[in-house]
Protein backbone atom coordinates (compact mmCIF):
# COMPACT_ATOMS: atom_id res chain seq x y z
CA UNK A 1 0.00 0.00 0.00
CA UNK A 2 1.80 3.10 -1.36
CA UNK A 3 1.76 6.15 0.95
CA UNK A 4 2.66 9.81 0.06
CA UNK A 5 3.62 11.70 3.26
CA UNK A 6 3.84 15.57 2.44
CA UNK A 7 5.57 17.01 5.67
CA UNK A 8 4.75 20.85 5.48
CA UNK A 9 8.34 23.30 5.21
CA UNK A 10 7.21 25.02 8.33
CA UNK A 11 7.95 21.43 10.67
CA UNK A 12 11.13 22.92 10.39
CA UNK A 13 10.52 26.24 12.52
CA UNK A 14 8.83 24.19 14.97
CA UNK A 15 11.23 21.42 14.88
CA UNK A 16 9.02 18.77 14.72
CA UNK A 17 10.87 17.69 11.41
CA UNK A 18 13.00 15.13 12.36
CA UNK A 19 10.57 13.53 14.73
CA UNK A 20 8.17 13.55 11.84
CA UNK A 21 10.75 11.61 9.93
CA UNK A 22 11.83 9.39 12.71
CA UNK A 23 7.99 8.54 13.05
CA UNK A 24 8.08 7.84 8.87
CA UNK A 25 10.87 5.47 9.62
CA UNK A 26 8.87 3.48 11.93
CA UNK A 27 6.00 2.81 9.32
CA UNK A 28 5.39 0.26 6.43
CA UNK A 29 6.83 1.39 3.03
CA UNK A 30 6.44 1.85 0.49
CA UNK A 31 6.73 5.46 1.25
CA UNK A 32 6.88 8.92 -0.59
CA UNK A 33 7.62 12.19 1.09
CA UNK A 34 6.65 15.17 -0.36
CA UNK A 35 8.71 18.30 1.47
CA UNK A 36 7.52 21.64 1.52
CA UNK A 37 9.54 24.94 0.90
CA UNK A 38 9.44 25.90 4.41
CA UNK A 39 11.44 28.78 5.07
CA UNK A 40 13.08 28.47 1.26
CA UNK A 41 9.70 29.15 -0.40
CA UNK A 42 9.26 32.07 2.05
CA UNK A 43 12.39 33.61 0.86
CA UNK A 44 10.74 33.70 -2.76
CA UNK A 45 7.65 35.24 -1.60
CA UNK A 46 9.31 37.79 0.13
CA UNK A 47 11.52 38.42 -2.86
CA UNK A 48 8.94 38.18 -5.06
CA UNK A 49 7.28 41.25 -3.24
CA UNK A 50 10.53 43.27 -3.25
CA UNK A 51 11.57 42.90 -6.84
CA UNK A 52 8.08 41.95 -8.37
CA UNK A 53 8.84 39.17 -10.53
CA UNK A 54 6.81 37.06 -12.35
CA UNK A 55 4.92 34.02 -10.91
CA UNK A 56 6.86 31.34 -13.44
CA UNK A 57 9.87 32.62 -11.78
CA UNK A 58 8.89 32.67 -8.32
CA UNK A 59 7.20 28.59 -9.29
CA UNK A 60 10.54 27.77 -10.28
CA UNK A 61 12.61 29.33 -7.42
CA UNK A 62 9.47 27.40 -4.88
CA UNK A 63 10.47 24.54 -6.51
CA UNK A 64 14.52 24.61 -5.82
CA UNK A 65 12.91 25.52 -1.93
CA UNK A 66 11.62 21.98 -1.94
CA UNK A 67 14.56 20.58 -3.66
CA UNK A 68 16.65 22.09 -0.95
CA UNK A 69 14.02 20.99 1.88
CA UNK A 70 14.28 17.12 0.06
CA UNK A 71 18.30 17.54 0.80
CA UNK A 72 17.73 18.64 4.42
CA UNK A 73 15.62 16.08 5.33
CA UNK A 74 17.98 13.58 3.39
CA UNK A 75 21.05 15.08 5.75
CA UNK A 76 18.46 14.07 8.59
CA UNK A 77 17.80 10.93 7.36
CA UNK A 78 20.48 10.03 4.77
CA UNK A 79 18.68 5.84 4.78
CA UNK A 80 15.86 7.79 2.66
CA UNK A 81 16.96 8.24 -1.10
CA UNK A 82 16.04 11.60 -2.76
CA UNK A 83 14.05 10.64 -6.35
CA UNK A 84 13.37 13.61 -9.01
CA UNK A 85 11.93 11.72 -11.44
CA UNK A 86 8.28 11.06 -10.24
CA UNK A 87 8.14 7.82 -12.84
CA UNK A 88 11.27 6.48 -10.87
CA UNK A 89 9.47 6.33 -7.74
CA UNK A 90 7.29 3.04 -9.33
CA UNK A 91 10.79 1.38 -8.41
CA UNK A 92 10.73 2.67 -4.73
CA UNK A 93 7.52 1.45 -4.46
CA UNK A 94 8.25 -2.25 -5.31
CA UNK A 95 11.35 -1.78 -3.23
CA UNK A 96 9.31 -1.18 -0.15
CA UNK A 97 11.47 1.30 0.51
CA UNK A 98 10.72 5.54 1.68
CA UNK A 99 11.99 8.01 0.13
CA UNK A 100 11.56 11.54 -0.90
CA UNK A 101 10.78 13.33 -4.00
CA UNK A 102 12.51 16.29 -5.15
CA UNK A 103 10.43 17.69 -7.60
CA UNK A 104 11.80 18.60 -11.15
CA UNK A 105 10.40 22.28 -12.88
CA UNK A 106 10.81 20.34 -16.25
CA UNK A 107 8.48 17.35 -15.26
CA UNK A 108 5.99 20.07 -13.93
CA UNK A 109 5.60 22.17 -17.17
CA UNK A 110 5.69 18.58 -18.99
CA UNK A 111 2.15 18.43 -17.24
CA UNK A 112 0.89 21.81 -16.86
CA UNK A 113 0.69 22.34 -13.47
CA UNK A 114 0.32 26.16 -13.25
CA UNK A 115 3.29 28.50 -12.26
CA UNK A 116 0.93 30.00 -9.81
CA UNK A 117 0.98 30.21 -5.72
CA UNK A 118 -2.52 28.73 -5.70
CA UNK A 119 -0.48 25.46 -6.44
CA UNK A 120 2.12 24.74 -2.76
CA UNK A 121 3.67 21.34 -2.14
CA UNK A 122 0.20 20.58 -0.66
CA UNK A 123 -1.18 20.35 -4.86
CA UNK A 124 2.21 18.84 -6.10
CA UNK A 125 2.02 16.01 -3.53
CA UNK A 126 -1.81 15.53 -4.62
CA UNK A 127 -0.74 15.66 -8.18
CA UNK A 128 2.31 13.01 -7.27
CA UNK A 129 -0.44 10.90 -5.46
CA UNK A 130 -2.31 10.57 -8.02
CA UNK A 131 0.75 10.21 -11.04
CA UNK A 132 1.74 6.95 -9.13
CA UNK A 133 -1.28 5.45 -8.17
CA UNK A 134 -1.17 5.98 -3.97
CA UNK A 135 -3.37 4.21 -1.65
CA UNK A 136 -3.14 7.14 0.21
CA UNK A 137 -2.23 10.96 0.67
CA UNK A 138 -1.32 12.58 4.51
CA UNK A 139 -0.73 15.92 4.78
CA UNK A 140 1.15 16.74 8.04
CA UNK A 141 1.05 20.63 9.10
CA UNK A 142 2.26 22.45 11.63
CA UNK A 143 -1.07 24.17 12.02
CA UNK A 144 -3.66 23.47 14.32
CA UNK A 145 -6.72 21.29 12.16
CA UNK A 146 -9.89 21.40 13.48
CA UNK A 147 -11.79 18.40 13.35
CA UNK A 148 -13.89 16.68 10.49
CA UNK A 149 -13.20 19.97 8.52
CA UNK A 150 -14.04 19.27 4.86
CA UNK A 151 -11.30 19.63 1.72
CA UNK A 152 -12.98 23.21 0.91
CA UNK A 153 -13.02 24.19 4.32
CA UNK A 154 -9.89 23.53 4.70
CA UNK A 155 -9.25 25.26 1.56
CA UNK A 156 -10.90 28.34 2.96
CA UNK A 157 -9.07 28.80 6.10
CA UNK A 158 -6.04 28.84 3.95
CA UNK A 159 -4.56 25.52 5.54
CA UNK A 160 -4.73 23.49 2.01
CA UNK A 161 -3.67 25.97 -1.22
CA UNK A 162 -6.96 27.13 -3.72
CA UNK A 163 -5.75 24.43 -6.37
CA UNK A 164 -5.86 21.29 -3.62
CA UNK A 165 -9.52 20.44 -4.67
CA UNK A 166 -8.75 20.52 -8.17
CA UNK A 167 -5.88 17.85 -7.95
CA UNK A 168 -8.04 15.74 -5.87
CA UNK A 169 -11.31 16.00 -7.54
CA UNK A 170 -10.65 12.49 -9.62
CA UNK A 171 -8.86 11.00 -6.21
CA UNK A 172 -8.96 7.23 -5.91
CA UNK A 173 -7.16 7.46 -2.49
CA UNK A 174 -7.64 8.52 0.66
CA UNK A 175 -6.53 12.13 1.71
CA UNK A 176 -5.89 12.87 5.40
CA UNK A 177 -4.74 16.16 6.83
CA UNK A 178 -3.50 16.39 9.77
CA UNK A 179 -1.08 18.17 12.69
CA UNK A 180 2.03 16.90 13.61
CA UNK A 181 1.17 16.46 16.85
CA UNK A 182 -1.40 13.76 15.63
CA UNK A 183 0.79 12.64 12.96
CA UNK A 184 3.82 12.03 15.59
CA UNK A 185 0.31 10.24 18.55
CA UNK A 186 -0.86 7.85 15.29
CA UNK A 187 0.69 4.54 14.93
CA UNK A 188 -0.44 2.19 12.51
Known sequence: MTCVIKL????LETAALPACLAAIANRAGPIVIVPGGGPFAEQVRIAQSQWGFDDVAAHRMAILAMQQMAWLMNS???????IADAARLACAEQANSIVIWS????????ANIAASWDV?????????????????LIVVKSAP???????????????LDAA???????ASYKITVMNKDRFLSHHD
Open 145 to 159: IPERLSLPDLQQQGI
Open 8 to 11: GGSL
Open 164 to 170: FQHFTAQ
Open 120 to 136: TSDSLAAWLAGVIEADE
Open 76 to 82: LMPEFAV
Open 103 to 110: PQVEQLDN
